[in-house]
């Protein structure tokens, strides 16, 4: 069958919270696809995977890298910086060569941020972490209308072509107008990537029971000697010793909480980005499926027809 030329889509995207299954969805649908004969390769779009050595608290996909080629997976070291701007540059021209090639790509990933800017792109002036970090804590202070207001009052132009929810680009049209004294609307965002989103649909009483399930496996697995040995390896102020599922073990190992609550804090910050994560992909037009296997089966007829 030939392939419509008018298809807009550059990549599938599974996509959604923590726990849900994103990345054995993903495997099983390459499988299918393989079975088919056509060549397959996933796209890591986590933040955490990207980095060597912190393999059970990221849940890295250990028992499948060697099955399938995988890209941004153990790819730098705990002390390098990997932006979302970096991932959007590279994720662009690894997908546009696999299409080259006539191989499908697939991307898997929890971390919006890394999803949010490949289909969109970063405006290229150089990055400012503070300025974004003060806007995205005058957003959770203030809320997306307060920050929507400020936008209006700083660049009025660019708030007429904003949506007020699309929180992303009332922030980065912040920080243009703020670094460059131009509106975004007068500059552009970059051309757009299109990702063809879906996601697993779990209910809260799923997701934590999975979450719950998830944090002892990583446990018995040597989550809290991987973290004493991360620890020793690259000291106390590596940044992903604070983050979910190195932080509580960090705090045991160093006697600031017991074994109990180091658990329940981990299952508790697990649940709240899981949350998180449902909410923003929930707005990028993300389509959800209730069941595994009609999403499968959903994805791999596009796949086939149109890639």
Same mark, same amino acid.
């Given at each position: ?151 209006? &009052? *700083?660049?009025?132009?660019?708030? !007429?072509? +904003?949506? =007020? ?6 922030? $980065?049209?912040? /920080? ?6 131009? &509106? *975004?609307?007068?500059?552009?965002? !970059?051309? +757009?990537? =299109? ?6 649909? $779990?209910?809260? /009483? ?102």
């Amino acid at each position: 069958m030939e392939k419509p030329s008018e298809f807009p889509f550059k990549a599938i995207a599974i996509v959604g919270s923590t726990a849900s299954g994103k990345t054995e969805i993903a495997v099983k649908l390459a499988r299918k696809i393989r079975e088919k004969g056509r060549e397959v390769e996933l796209i890591s779009a986590d933040s955490r995977k990207v980095y060597k050595y912190f393999d059970i608290g990221t849940a890295k996909p250990i028992d499948y890298l060697e099955e399938f080629r995988w890209h941004f997976i153990n790819v730098i070291e705990p002390y390098e910086r990997f932006s979302a701007k970096k991932f959007e540059e590279l994720g662009r021209e690894i997908i546009s060569r696999m299409r080259s090639e006539g191989k499908i790509p697939i991307v898997v990933g929890g971390t919006w941020l890394y999803i949010r800017a490949l289909e969109l792109g970063f405006f290229d002036e150089g990055e400012n972490s503070t300025l974004r970090e003060e806007l995205e804590k005058k957003l959770a202070q203030e809320g997306k209308e307060k920050l929507f207001e400020f936008l209006k &009052s *700083i660049d009025p132009l660019s708030a !007429k072509k +904003i949506n =007020p929810n699309d929180t992303y680009r009332v922030i $980065r049209a912040i /920080e243009v107008k703020i670094k460059t004294g131009r &509106s *975004i609307s007068e500059i552009g965002f !970059k051309d +757009i990537f =299109p990702l063809l989103k879906f996601g697993i649909y $779990r209910s809260k /009483e799923d997701i934590l029971e999975r979450i719950k399930k998830r944090v002892m496996k990583q446990i018995n697995m040597g989550l809290i000697e991987e973290t004493r040995r991360l620890r020793e390896m690259f000291g106390e102020t590596t940044p992903l010793l604070k983050s979910i599922a190195y932080y509580e073990p960090y705090l045991y190992i160093t006697g600031k909480i017991t074994f109990d609550d180091m658990v329940k804090l981990m299952i508790r910050r697990n649940f709240r980005y899981s949350r998180y994560q449902v909410k923003v992909f929930s707005r990028e037009g993300t389509i959800w499926f209730q069941k595994e296997q009609d999403m499968i089966n959903f994805i791999f007829d596009i796949c086939i027809r149109f890639f």
